[in-house]
Every structure is written in structure tokens, then in C-alpha cells.
């Protein structure tokens, strides 16, 4: 790690010369990646390091000007140096949409991010180097539950009937999926991943953390959004906004069948959730995100529960899972306390 800053040092001092400047360090996030505020007198920059063995950083750029070209606000990007890692980019503030979102603010900022969200869906999708969400990427990102959830953290022993319950329900949750219209995802469009530049009319919102967008479903971005593992809203709202996205969207999709899809969309992205949370504190030792596990588990349940074809997943979360999980949380509290 030393050595590491110390080339960080060098590359910022080489690239601002003489001119004095100041570092300090900036909370983290989920991946591997560091980021810094650069203080150089009037002027503030974000550093990001990102080890090259861990994260590549061509992806981020790339997806920063195709972003930008369609009059998303993400942070410009000033300088880089990709085989190191190290990135200067615009620093957009500390103000994210999570710490922004209050009852009497909550509707004027999510119509804000949704507004955005339909010119993310708007972006080109024909690169050949945008990935595809499909199926087998799909069952990928949901194996991270049976892995990470039930294996290493519930350390839940399954029988041969509930292995093939899960296989068998998360076939037909990707074959539902799959069936959307496929649009640009930034694939992590939550509370966390937009700042607010601007709390006046017209609402800026910059987007960050957009370095992994993929080509998929044209729900999957708003679950993330009105379906935030950080932040939980009535579900009546919950429609309410989903609706207004609804009437910005060119579809032939029913409202009852895009508001299915988006709980489908949900149910896979907050499986996956499930099992990444318990691989940052397991793998990464990064053990806060386990105080967004409960949210993250309700969401699930609330959608199993809700639908017929999968009633039986929802009475195995239910026997099998539920008390447990309840047991894991439990320990959790008192830890904190």
C-alpha cells in the first residue's frame, strides 16, 4: 500500500508540477477502488486509485463519454494514467442523493433521477464492447446467493429437493427477464451513485460508479433506484413513481406487466445483493454492509410472496431460511451494541 501512494504522490506531483496541493481521503465503496479530494487552492478534484490487477479503468472512461455524449452530468474526466490506475476527475460534492432525500424533497428529487434514468436508457447499446446481461450472466450474479448467503454465511446445508428448487426457480426468473426490452443499465443506479450538483430548479444529479453498465433489462436501473438497498419507501409510493417512469417510456408493455417486470427485476438483483453483502464482510471485511441486509432479505420475501409461480422459493425462505436469518441479524445487533 505504501508503495502504491507513494506512486500516486509522484503522478499528481508530475502532473501539477510546482503548484502546491493537498490530499485527503474519501470514504470508499464496495469494490476495490480508493478515492481521494484533492484540494489544489480554490480548485478540488476527486482522485481515484484503482489497482489495475483489481480494476480497469478504460471501461469507466468509456463509459463516462458515452454517458456524457447523451447529457448525463458525470465527472469529467481531467487526466489518467491507465496502467497504474490513477484517475483525476471532477469533483461533483458530497451531497448524495441518499442524505438529500427527505419527505418534502423525495418526489422532486426522483422524478430528477428518473428523468436522468431515461437518458441513460436512451444511450447507444450497439458497442460491441457494452456486455450483455443475459441469461447466463443473470444465473452468474444469482449463484452469489446459494454461494455467499445460504454456504458461507448461513452455512445452511441443502437437500437434494431444495438444490433443485432453487435451480428451477432461478431458470424461470432469467427466462422472465430476458423477455424485456434491453436497454443501457449503469447497473448500480441507486441513493449512493447519484449526487445532487444542484437542489434548484432545474435538479442536476451527477452519476458515478457506472463502470460496470451492461446491455439488459429496461427495468432493472429503476429497481435499483425505487428499490435502494439503503433506503426503504411505502410501496403505494413506490408505484406512484414507477407510473411517472412509466409515462416517459415508448412501450408497448401494459403498466401491470412492466410493473411486474420490474418486481422480477428486483427479486434477482436483490438475490445477488444478498449474497455480495455477506462476500464484503466474509471475503473483504467490510462488515457495514451487513446493517443492509435486512432491507435488502424484506425486499425478497415481499416479492416471493407476491407472486404464484413462486410460492414454493417463498415457503423454503420461510422454513428454512427466515429463522435463521432472524438468528444472524440478532448477532449482528449485539456486536454494534
Known amino acids: 500500500m505504501q508503495k502504491r501512494q507513494h506512486a ?92 438529500a432525500l427527505t419527505p418534502a424533497r423525495a418526489d422532486s428529487l426522483y422524478k430528477a433521477a428518473m428523468s436522468t434514468l431515461v437518458k441513460i436508457q436512451q444511450c447507444p447499446t450497439t458497442d460491441p464492447a457494452l456486455p450483455a446481461f443475459d441469461k447466463p450472466f443473470m444465473l452468474q450474479e444469482i449463484a452469489l446467493f446459494r454461494d455467499w448467503f445460504l454456504d458461507a454465511w448461513l452455512a445452511l446445508p441443502l437437500n437434494a429437493a431444495e438444490e433443485a428448487l432453487l435451480e428451477n426457480s432461478f431458470n424461470w426468473l432469467s427466462d422472465e427477464l430476458v423477455k424485456q426490452p434491453q436497454v443501457f443499465i449503469h447497473r448500480d443506479y441507486h441513493s449512493r451513485n447519484l449526487i445532487v450538483t444542484n437542489e434548484n430548479t432545474p435538479i442536476d444529479l451527477g452519476v458515478i460508479d457506472f463502470q460496470d453498465a451492461m446491455r439488459g433489462p429496461f427495468t432493472y436501473d429503476l429497481v435499483s433506484l425505487l428499490k435502494d438497498c439503503y433506503i426503504q419507501w411505502p410501496r403505494k409510493q413506490i408505484i406512484t413513481w414507477l407510473g411517472y417512469f412509466y409515462q ?51 425486499y425478497v420475501l415481499a416479492c416471493l410472496e407476491s407472486h404464484d409461480e413462486l410460492q414454493p422459493l417463498y415457503r423454503f425462505m420461510q422454513d428454512k431460511v427466515h429463522g435463521l436469518f432472524i438468528e444472524h441479524v440478532d448477532v449482528i445487533w449485539k456486536k454494534q451494541t
Not at 284 to 292: G, T
Open 8 to 99: 500516486l504522490n509522484e503522478w499528481l506531483k508530475a502532473l501539477f508540477g510546482d503548484s502546491e496541493f493537498m490530499v485527503t481521503p474519501l470514504a470508499g465503496d464496495a469494490s476495490f477502488r480508493r478515492y481521494f479530494r484533492l484540494i489544489q487552492g480554490q480548485k478540488t478534484y476527486v482522485v481515484m486509485d484503482a489497482p489495475p490487477e483489481k480494476e480497469q479503468i478504460i471501461p469507466f472512461i468509456n463509459i463516462s463519454n458515452a454517458l456524457a455524449k447523451s447529457g448525463i452530468h458525470t465527472p469529467a474526466v481531467h487526466a489518467f494514467e491507465a496502467n497504474q490506475g490513477f484517475v483525476l476527475l471532477e469533483d461533483l460534492g458530497d451531497q448524495l442523493l441518499l442524505n
Open 248 to 298: 416517459q417510456l415508448s412501450t408497448d408493455w401494459t403498466l401491470a406487466d412492466f410493473t411486474r417486470a420490474f418486481d422480477l427485476c428486483g427479486l434477482q438483483r436483490h438475490l445477488k445483493v444478498l449474497g455480495i453483502f455477506c462476500r464484503l464482510h466474509l471475503r473483504d471485511k467490510k462488515s457495514a454492509y451487513l446493517r443492509d441486509l435486512p432491507l435488502t432479505f424484506n
